[in-house]
């Protein structure tokens, strides 16, 4: 039963609003200091947990009862697959709220057909480009790390098909090159990455053949990795490259949602502790084990 004396409001709205932001609820209903002892304590410990896993520790089940195309890699292996760790993980960090659904929501995008689709543009684009290339120029071979400007167009192909192509301005291992590239292929335009994989060839125009590769990323939009479902190998990479760091970034999630589910109930029925103005039951009233009165206690003798 939640006590009188405190104004819940809706206990309803207050525990929702507690569940999609630590604190809110207590906000709601004018309890400040709660609210702001809430806020601050378990946001900060899920954004540190967050911040120690590369912002990639929320990943909801494989399958969350959504319909949906399942990515596989070559082998056949699901991409992310529905298993009972990870269905275990995200139940701890469910009740964080926001994050949790917008985790949902990316996990549903990530698993539709719409993710599997060819790279297209419908107009010249530039992208900032970071990768690796091969280029056998006139004078010299140039490979190492390839930095600098990608502009891309829609162009059609010696046989009509329509490809990608376009040009690529910046350095290959710190020399200045401008190259005409083409046949550019990228992967999934949605992934926990913030770079999208891309490769194309290195064309020279007079006579048209093929002098190299670039290999490398152009930036994803932040709506395109933000708390996206990660596949096994990215997951595995995430692991080695963090380490134990990885496991502790994980438990603080886990406690900072575990914390608000006890922030969720106290918004909704109000603190589970008296208020120290409760009568005491005077000594002679006690009861002793055979069910009578506990005697007053003898004066003792002079």
Same mark, same amino acid.
């Given at each position: 039963?939640?006590?009188?004396?405190?104004?819940? *409001?809706?206990?309803?709205? =207050? =525990?929702?609003? +507690?569940?999609?932001?630590?604190? +809110?609820?207590? $906000?709601?209903?004018?309890?400040?200091?709660?609210?702001?002892?809430?806020?601050?304590?378990?946001?900060?410990?899920?954004?540190?947990?967050? +911040?120690?896993?590369?912002? *990639? =520790?929320?990943?909801?089940?494989?399958?969350?009862?959504?319909?949906?195309?399942?990515?596989?890699?070559?082998?056949?292996?699901?991409?992310?697959?529905?298993?009972?760790?990870?269905?275990?993980? $995200?139940?701890?960090?469910?009740?964080?709220?926001?994050?949790?659904?917008?985790?949902?929501?990316?996990?549903?995008?990530?698993?539709?057909?719409?993710?599997?689709?060819?790279?297209?543009?419908?107009?010249?684009?530039?992208?900032?480009?970071?990768?690796?290339?091969?280029?056998?120029?006139?004078?010299?071979?140039?490979?190492?790390?390839?930095?600098?400007?990608?502009?891309?167009?829609?162009?059609?192909?010696?046989?009509?098909?329509?490809?990608?192509?376009?040009?690529?301005?910046?350095?290959?291992?710190?020399?200045?090159?401008?190259?005409?590239?083409?046949?550019?292929?990228?992967?999934?335009? &949605?992934?926990?990455?913030?770079?999208?994989?891309?490769?194309?060839?290195?064309?020279?125009?007079?006579?048209?053949?093929?002098?190299?590769?670039?290999?490398?990323?152009?930036?994803?939009?932040?709506?395109?990795?933000?708390?996206?479902?990660?596949?096994?190998?990215?997951?595995?990479?995430?692991?080695?490259?963090?380490?134990?760091?990885?496991?502790?970034?994980?438990?603080?999630?886990?406690?900072?949602?575990? &914390?608000?589910? &006890?922030?969720?109930?106290? +918004?909704?029925?109000?603190?589970?502790?008296?208020?120290?103005?409760?009568?005491?039951?005077?000594?002679?009233? *006690?009861?002793?084990?055979?069910?009578?009165?506990?005697?007053?206690?003898?004066?003792?003798?002079?």
């Amino acid at each position: 039963m939640s006590d009188p004396r405190i104004p819940l *409001k809706n206990r309803y709205l =207050a =525990a929702f609003l +507690a569940f999609l932001c630590p604190g +809110a609820g207590h $906000f709601y209903q004018g309890r400040h200091v709660k609210g702001a002892i809430f806020s601050v304590c378990i946001i900060a410990l899920f954004l540190t947990g967050m +911040a120690m896993a590369d912002w *990639k =520790a929320v990943q909801p089940p494989g399958r969350f009862g959504f319909s949906g195309t399942k990515l596989h890699y070559d082998d056949g292996r699901p991409a992310a697959p529905g298993n009972g760790l990870r269905t275990l993980k $995200f139940a701890a960090q469910a009740s964080i709220g926001v994050p949790a659904v917008i985790s949902i929501v990316q996990n549903q995008r990530f698993r539709t057909q719409s993710n599997d689709v060819k790279f297209t543009i419908s107009g010249p684009t530039s992208y900032r480009f970071s990768g690796t290339g091969q280029v056998n120029t006139e004078t010299e071979l140039l490979e190492g790390k390839a930095e600098g400007t990608l502009t891309l167009e829609p162009v059609r192909g010696n046989l009509g098909a329509e490809t990608i192509g376009g040009r690529f301005v910046g350095t290959i291992n710190g020399k200045p090159v401008e190259l005409s590239v083409d046949s550019v292929v990228a992967g999934p335009a &949605l992934g926990a990455n913030s770079v999208r994989s891309v490769v194309m060839d290195v064309v020279e125009s007079s006579p048209q053949q093929s002098i190299g590769t670039l290999h490398g990323g152009i930036p994803r939009s932040f709506g395109n990795h933000f708390l996206m479902t990660m596949s096994l190998k990215e997951e595995d990479d995430l692991q080695n490259k963090l380490g134990k760091r990885h496991e502790l970034a994980m438990v603080l999630t886990w406690i900072a949602g575990l &914390l608000n589910v &006890l922030v969720i109930w106290d +918004a909704a029925e109000g603190p589970a502790y008296g208020y120290g103005d409760e009568e005491e039951t005077p000594e002679s009233d *006690k009861p002793v084990a055979d069910g009578g009165t506990e005697p007053p206690a003898a004066s003792p003798k002079a």
